[in-house]
């Protein structure tokens, strides 16, 4: 059962936030888990986060961990807010969204579903220029 899902969690590295459950169809087991489940994911797909709460603590990440500079040039975070659901949507508007390293993006990833979970759902985070 452990190697299996380890198997499982191998292969899709990439999608660290979705729950699995193993199942048996001969016996039913643990089927009753699944929907229960299904209705848990649809919520946090549907969560709405204000942007007075994203901003306290993506600000506290930035405080935590700064990004990088690129040739001198610091990125600036000026604030984030959430856009839609099904699935959550983020807009990050920053100075230079080049000076954005996709493993800042996962960071900031990481810290929004450590303090809201959104269980079983992708995030999607689009960097956008201040004009």
Same mark, same amino acid.
């Given at each position: 059962?452990?190697?299996?899902?380890?198997?499982?969690r191998n292969?899709? *590295?990439?999608m660290? =936030? *979705?729950?699995?459950?193993?199942?048996?169809?001969?016996? /039913?087991?643990?089927?009753?888990?699944? %929907? &229960? &489940?299904?209705? &848990? @994911?649809?919520?946090?797909?549907?969560?709405?986060?204000?942007? /007075? @709460?994203?901003?306290?603590?993506? $600000?506290? *990440?930035?405080?935590?961990?700064?990004?990088?500079?690129? +040739? /001198?040039?610091?990125?600036?975070?000026? =604030? @984030?807010?959430?856009?839609?659901?099904?699935?959550?949507?983020?807009?990050?508007?920053?100075n230079?969204?080049?000076?954005?390293?996709?493993? =800042?993006?996962? =960071?900031?990833? $990481?810290?929004? #579903?450590? $303090?809201?979970?959104f269980? /079983?759902?992708? %995030?999607?985070?689009?960097? +956008?220029? #201040?004009?």
């Amino acid at each position: 059962y452990k190697k299996l899902v380890d198997e499982v969690r191998n292969s899709l *590295a990439f999608m660290t =936030y *979705a729950p699995i459950i193993p199942i048996s169809v001969l016996s /039913g087991q643990r089927i009753d888990k699944v %929907l &229960e &489940e299904i209705v &848990e @994911v649809n919520e946090f797909r549907n969560l709405r986060i204000s942007t /007075g @709460v994203l901003n306290d603590v993506i $600000n506290k *990440a930035v405080l935590m961990n700064q990004p990088r500079s690129v +040739k /001198g040039k610091k990125l600036k975070i000026f =604030y @984030v807010s959430q856009v839609s659901v099904d699935p959550p949507k983020f807009i990050m508007f920053v100075n230079n969204k080049d000076l954005m390293h996709f493993s =800042y993006i996962r =960071y900031i990833e $990481n810290t929004i #579903r450590d $303090n809201f979970l959104f269980k /079983g759902t992708p %995030l999607m985070i689009e960097m +956008k220029n #201040r004009e």
